[in-house]
């Protein structure tokens, strides 16, 4: 019998030293390129904020300026302290779906 299941680990929860490098490379890539994208998305917000610029588009993106809002939101914690009966009312309970994390070290 396989000792591996669908072939991507042991039995003892080990993952091939291969894929562990593999998933880590990505994982560097992915944090690397998400600042990148932020350090870009932030000078474009100022450039487009600071001409009155809404909205860009060619034939590779299409960027739109989103002005600075408020949100007002239920603070469901100080509500399940102060109203359980209300909370509980109108809570709405939502099945997530299972995955797994991964963080390069």
Known sequence: MDNTFFGLMD????????????IAEIEK?????????KHIKETLCVAMRENNILKVENDFIKVTYIA??????IDSKELKKDLP??????????DKSDYVKIEAK
């Not at 890539?29 to 994208?37: A, D, P, R, V």
């Open 11 to 22: 039995i003892n929860g080990n993952i091939p030293a291969e894929m562990s490098k593999e």
């Open 29 to 37: 890539e992915i944090k690397n390129l998400t600042e990148k994208q």
């Open 68 to 73: 600075p809002t408020t949100q007002e939101r």
């Open 85 to 94: 009966e209300i909370y509980n009312t109108y809570c709405k309970i939502s």
